[in-house]
C-alpha cells in the first residue's frame, strides 16, 4: 500500500484497510442519527485502554453481539446476556463495559422517553454545528501545564 500522508489522508490512518476505509468513510463525518450516535459512544466506551484498530477488528462482531447497538434491546439484557457476551469473543470481553453499555442503552430510552433527543442533546454542546480545526489550533487552544502530574516526584 501507498503512505497514507501521499493519499492526502492523516498519519495516524496508517495503511491498514480498515483505519483507511475509516478514514475515508467516517472520521469527522457529522452524524445526527441518534441511535448510530450511541453506538459510536458505547465502541468508545469499549475502545477506553485500547487501539481504535481493535476497536476496528471487531466492530462487526460487536454490532452482532449487542443486537445492531438497537438500546430497545440492549437495555433489557440482563445477566444471562452479560454472561453470553463475556463468552463472545468477538468483542471486548469486559463486564464493566458491558455493563456500561446496558445502562446507557436504559439511560439513552429515557432521554427519549422523557421527550430528549440523543442527537440533539449530543449537538447542543458545540451550537448544533461541528467545530473545523486544524491540529495546530488545538496545539494552541490546550493549556500547558507545568508539572503534568499532581504527584511529586520522589
Same mark, same amino acid.
Given at each position: 500500500?501507498?503512505?497514507?500522508?501521499?493519499?492526502?489522508?492523516? +498519519?495516524?490512518?496508517?495503511?491498514?484497510?480498515?483505519?483507511?476505509?475509516?478514514?475515508?468513510?467516517?472520521?469527522?463525518?457529522?452524524? @445526527?442519527?441518534?441511535?448510530?450516535?450511541?453506538?459510536?459512544?458505547?465502541?468508545? +466506551?469499549?475502545?477506553? +485502554?485500547?487501539?481504535?484498530?481493535?476497536?476496528? #477488528?471487531? @466492530?462487526?462482531?460487536?454490532?452482532?453481539?449487542?443486537?445492531?447497538?438497537?438500546?430497545?434491546?440492549?437495555?433489557?439484557?440482563?445477566?444471562? *446476556?452479560?454472561? @453470553?457476551?463475556?463468552?463472545?469473543? @468477538?468483542?471486548?470481553?469486559?463486564?464493566?463495559?458491558?455493563?456500561?453499555?446496558? %445502562?446507557?442503552?436504559?439511560?439513552?430510552?429515557?432521554? #427519549? *422517553?422523557?421527550?430528549?433527543?440523543?442527537?440533539?442533546?449530543?449537538?447542543?454542546?458545540?451550537?448544533?454545528?461541528?467545530? #473545523?480545526?486544524?491540529?495546530?489550533?488545538?496545539?494552541?487552544?490546550?493549556?500547558?501545564?507545568? %508539572?503534568?502530574?499532581?504527584?511529586?516526584?520522589?
Amino acid at each position: 500500500m501507498t503512505d497514507s500522508h501521499a493519499q492526502g489522508r492523516c +498519519g495516524w490512518c496508517g495503511t491498514d484497510p480498515l483505519y483507511v476505509a475509516y478514514h475515508d468513510r467516517e472520521w469527522g463525518v457529522p452524524e @445526527r442519527d441518534a441511535r448510530a450516535l450511541w453506538e459510536k459512544l458505547v465502541l468508545d +466506551g469499549f475502545q477506553a +485502554g485500547l487501539a481504535w484498530i481493535t476497536i476496528l #477488528r471487531k @466492530r462487526e462482531g460487536m454490532r452482532d453481539a449487542f443486537d445492531g447497538f438497537d438500546p430497545e434491546i440492549v437495555a433489557r439484557y440482563d445477566e444471562a *446476556d452479560i454472561q @453470553r457476551l463475556l463468552g463472545d469473543a @468477538r468483542i471486548i470481553r469486559s463486564r464493566a463495559k458491558i455493563q456500561a453499555a446496558i %445502562n446507557g442503552a436504559r439511560v439513552w430510552l429515557k432521554m #427519549r *422517553d422523557e421527550g430528549e433527543d440523543f442527537s440533539d442533546w449530543l449537538w447542543s454542546f458545540v451550537g448544533g454545528q461541528p467545530i #473545523r480545526t486544524t491540529g495546530a489550533t488545538i496545539a494552541r487552544r490546550r493549556p500547558r501545564q507545568r %508539572n503534568p502530574s499532581p504527584w511529586p516526584r520522589p
